[in-house]
């Protein structure tokens, strides 16, 4: 389906329309708590929950920094509730960069444009409009729900879901399992189409190196400066290449890609088998090791002033358990001299392939895409499951698409022209409905 960039609400599905109008809502989150603010956002998703007769409360963190939580009563009220949650912010977008205005909400060649439009907006309107259809037609989903709207993912959740847990648990009272972002969706590789199933997640350090050094004039002679130093520094960091260590997970989905391929593990390496997923690699090949990237440098005031401080900040991804180890080292690497300061940091996660809920993905899946099969993965990245963790509630990515085969939907997050198709909405729609109701 093919409509022009004007086209209007009535012939828009409905989990279109919603991601749309919210991809128009610009929620930039900058980091380092600089942001747009999240409140119109929430401020809609609480009308269209209201709407539905639900209670919804907003909850500011801070000035701005809106989520939104509802509870859904559940036909089952034997079941622990499910947590079914997204977020609000979006990571920046320089318009420069984009064929499309990020905050267009444009619609052409059957897609959807915009910020948001992967991560994730696009969940946030397929969890709404899912519960549209079951409220709006009489039913009710066979467990209570909990759905959350958070805001701050983008930058660690400190104003959204970490806020939440610490200030608000009874929110989550009776909650055992989440479903939300960065899984689910399709990848083809070997001829045939398999979904992904998050069920573990990296853990997180952030931080900043910091070389000191004499401040001085530009044309001296001088042997100690801070930027040759920190320079020294981020390289080495930057060219560090963690070793592979696979975790039950990770093993298990590289024994799955293998089978598929029709070889076996013993045949190819961990980085072969992952690049032979083709663009999925993008997810993959980052959960077999830690991973250390320099993100931003900061030095300097003038060109001929050397200056007394320069400052990196580096975004290190270990495999879960193993942030102190890796921190360990990554003081031998850059030396004593440079001092390390943790501005941020977050555990892993790791979950079984396996159970009722699991069942309950691979089963309804399975309705929608007969045969396509349901592989694990961790994911590289983090998201609000790890906060939701610290209430002993089980997180899995689960947001179901179903993908062409040549789309780099891994590049999308956080990339240029980030696109959804709209027939990828619309099965996500109709996943997230069934597992709603029968789950
Ligand atoms: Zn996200």
Redesign the pocket.
């Known amino acids: 389906m093919t409509s022009g960039s004007d086209a209007s609400d009535l012939t828009l599905d409905e989990t279109t329309r919603i991601a749309r109008d919210l991809i128009r809502m610009d929620t930039t989150n900058y980091g380092e708590g600089r942001s747009n603010g999240e409140t119109e956002a929430a401020e809609y998703v609480e009308a269209c929950l209201r709407d539905l007769g639900l209670e919804p409360e907003l909850i500011d963190a801070a000035p701005g920094r809106t989520s939104v939580v509802a509870r859904v009563a559940g036909a089952n009220p034997e079941k622990p509730a499910l947590v079914v949650h997204g977020?609000l912010d979006v990571v920046p977008a320089d318009p420069a960069n984009w064929s499309v205005d990020p905050f267009g909400g444009e619609i052409k060649d059957g897609l959807l444009w915009g910020r948001g439009a992967v991560?994730?907006k696009n969940m946030d309107a397929m969890i709404l409009a899912s519960l549209r259809e079951i409220l709006g037609s009489g039913r009710r989903p066979e467990r209570d729900l909990v759905i959350a709207m958070f805001s701050d993912?983008?930058n660690g959740g400190v104003f959204g879901s970490h806020h939440l847990v610490t200030e608000r648990p009874e929110l989550f009272a009776g909650a055992t399992e989440a479903i939300s972002?960065?899984g689910g969706y399709s990848i083809t590789f070997g001829g045939r189409r398999s979904y992904l199933l998050q069920t573990s997640e990296k853990a997180l350090v952030w931080i900043k190196l910091v070389a000191t050094g004499r401040a001085a004039h530009g044309s001296r002679y001088v042997q100690d400066n801070a930027v040759t130093r920190l320079s020294e520094a981020v390289a080495a960091i930057g060219r560090t290449e963690w070793p592979v260590r696979l975790t039950d997970t990770t093993e298990q989905l590289l024994r799955e890609i293998a089978t598929i391929l029709g070889t076996t593990p013993e045949r190819l390496g961990p980085d072969e088998l992952a690049l032979a997923t083709g663009t999925a690699s993008g997810f993959i090949q980052a959960s077999l090791r830690t991973t250390s990237n320099p993100t931003l440098l900061q030095a300097g005031y003038k060109h001929n002033v050397i200056p007394d401080r320069a400052e990196a900040l580096v975004d290190i991804r270990t495999l879960p358990g193993e942030e102190d180890a890796v921190l360990a080292r990554v003081a031998e690497i850059v030396g004593e001299d440079i001092e390390i300061v943790v501005m941020h940091r977050d555990i892993g996660l790791e979950t079984p392939f396996s159970g009722p809920l699991v069942d309950a993905v691979v089963e309804t899946l399975g309705r929608h895409d007969p045969g396509a099969p349901v592989l694990p993965y961790m994911l590289s990245g983090g998201?609000d499951n790890k906060a939701l963790s610290l209430l002993g509630i089980t997180g899995y990515g689960f947001a179901p698409l179903r993908l062409p085969e040549h789309l780099d939907f891994p590049a999308m997050?956080h990339g240029v022209d980030e696109r959804v198709p709209l027939d990828a909405l619309g099965f996500g729609k109709q996943v997230l409905t069934d597992l709603l109701l029968d789950y």
Request: glycine letters at 0%; a negative charge.
């Open positions: 977020h991560d994730m993912e983008e972002e960065v998201t997050f």
